[in-house]
């Protein structure tokens, strides 16, 4: 499934707290994006205890539990993970991951809060999770009955949000400032091949390893640098995340190259810094610059104007990095009034795309 209409986590938290007290809520999500972290967060939001069954790894025993014979007939005893005495928050995390007869076994769950003879404490939250099937993850179909007994909302990695929350629980400050410079590199589609891939998760689990070895701290050999950070992220944001860390004793350079304090570094050794503060250029840009033209305040127009030049000056030391700062990509593009200055100023940068 892949829903028309996206949230991020602030709002998907409050959707929760709306809609999951009285209805049964399934996020949809691409792996690594906290789907589970928020789902916990909601639980201590509402003051419950949270259980989390992981689908993938249920047989149906292990939802309406085993046969006991009692007197002349016999009944089944769920288990004891799930029957409870007081409410909770029942989290079915890759809920579309688990066979049919799994499914089957989830419905008077869901649809009549029982199993068997046991009713969930009067109170209970249930919560599905998931991820689609473009994310090259274990997804089975998921029935038409089962799905239209749930509330479907679609979840997005918000790199705003994330910032915040990985700067409250202390991550890494490469992996911080690295994203608050890059935020498109936060996440990334799963790839068709087997390779690791950027994802908040991914890039949680780099800030872990990173202060493990003590980065920052103490220098540490390339190569190890170099294979700490290929096994956690995209091949391109690795590469990218590598150029960052070269030029941390320039931390600044870009703001410097801005204000004119600096020069786009020309070196042939510098080529990575130059591609990543080219990107990094690119990304203020898309962040930075209004939509319409007519937004353009003031203070702004300054900017623009030394925009223009740095583009210039940068297709002067390398006219490919430069095509690919103002090249449009498959999910964004500078601002078409933008492109017209672009176009009219520097009409051979635009042309040889």
Request: charged residues 20%.
């Given at each position: 499934?892949n ?5 991020n986590q602030e709002?998907?938290l409050?959707?929760?707290?709306n809609?999951?007290?009285?209805r049964?809520v ?7 994006i ?11 939001e509402?003051g ?12 149906p025993e ?6 006991q014979i ?7 005893l769920?288990p ?6 007081d409410?909770y928050?029942?989290?079915l995390d890759?809920l579309n991951a688990?066979s049919?007869?799994v499914?089957k076994?989830?419905y008077s769950?869901?649809?009549e ?5 046991y009713?969930?404490p009067q109170?209970?939250?249930i919560?599905?999770?998931g991820n689609?099937?473009q994310?090259?993850?274990i997804?089975k179909t998921?029935?038409s009955?089962?799905?239209n007994?749930m509330?479907?909302?679609q979840?997005k990695?918000?790199?705003r949000?994330?910032i915040?929350?990985?700067q409250?629980?202390?991550?890494h ?8 410079q890059?935020?498109?590199h936060?996440?990334?589609e799963?790839?068709k091949?087997?390779?690791p891939?950027?994802t908040p ?8 390893a990173l ?14 640098l ?9 091949p391109g944001h690795?590469g990218m995340?590598?150029?960052y860390?070269k030029n941390?004793?320039?931390?600044n350079?870009l703001?410097d190259?801005?204000?004119k304090n600096a020069k ?5 050794e510098d080529?990575?810094?130059?591609y990543?503060?080219s990107q990094?250029f690119r ?9 319409n033209k007519?937004?353009?305040s003031?203070?702004m127009?300054?900017f623009?104007y030394r925009?223009?030049g740095m ?5 002067t ?11 449009a990509d ?5 601002p078409?009034?933008f492109?017209m200055?672009i176009?009219?100023d520097l ?7």
């Open positions: 499934m829903l028309p209409i996206t949230v709002e998907l409050d959707i929760l707290l809609v999951a007290t009285i049964p399934f996020i949809w999500g691409a792996p690594g906290g789907k589970s972290a928020l789902v916990e967060k909601f639980a201590e509402v419950l205890p949270c259980v989390s069954l992981l689908g993938s790894q249920l047989a292990d939802i309406i539990g085993i046969p009692k007197g002349e007939t016999s009944e089944f769920p004891k993970m799930i029957a409870r005495k409410p928050v029942l989290f890759e688990c049919q007869e499914q076994a989830f769950l869901i649809h809060r029982r199993i068997g003879e009713h969930l109170g209970s939250i919560i599905g999770a689609r099937a994310d090259s993850a997804v998921m029935s009955a089962l799905i007994r509330f479907h909302v979840m990695a918000d790199a949000q994330w915040k929350w990985a409250n629980e202390g991550l400050s490469w992996v911080i400032d690295y994203i608050i890059r935020p498109d936060l996440f990334a799963a790839p091949t087997e390779e891939f950027s998760r991914s890039w949680h689990m780099l800030s872990d202060y493990e070895y003590g980065a920052g701290t103490k220098d540490l050999d390339q190569n190890l170099k294979t700490i950070v290929y096994a956690c992220l995209t690795a995340f590598l150029a860390t941390l004793k320039n931390k350079m703001a190259i801005i204000a786009w570094p020309a070196a042939p080529r990575d810094i130059l990543f503060l990094s990304a203020k840009l898309l962040q930075e610059l209004p939509k007519q937004d353009i003031s203070d127009l300054a623009i925009a223009k583009i210039k000056e940068l297709s030391i390398n006219f490919e990095l430069a095509q690919m700062t103002v090249a498959e999910y964004e593009a500078l078409d009034w492109m200055e176009v009219r009409p051979r940068l635009v042309s040889a795309k």
